[in-house]
């Protein structure tokens, strides 16, 4: 019976302790997201063309012509 609550014991505090740290990391991931947010704008005349330097991977990025 002591081996028994000995692993109920761990298994809750394992639990516990993962709720726990999503909870902490999720906020903290929200926090830092939230402040560092990247702002991008483009000012551009009449017949004019603009580039983006950088490389954005989202499945197929071809540009077809």
């Known amino acids: 019976m002591e081996q ?3 692993i109920f014991s761990g298994i809750g505090t394992e639990i516990l302790s993962s709720i726990i740290g999503l909870i902490v ?12 947010s990247i702002k991008q704008s483009q000012k551009a005349g009449n017949n004019s063309k603009q580039t983006q330097i950088g490389s954005i991977n989202y499945g197929n990025n071809r540009s077809e012509k």
């Open 4 to 6: 028994i609550k000995w």
């Open 25 to 36: 990391g999720a906020f903290a991931g929200y926090r830092y997201g939230v402040h560092n």
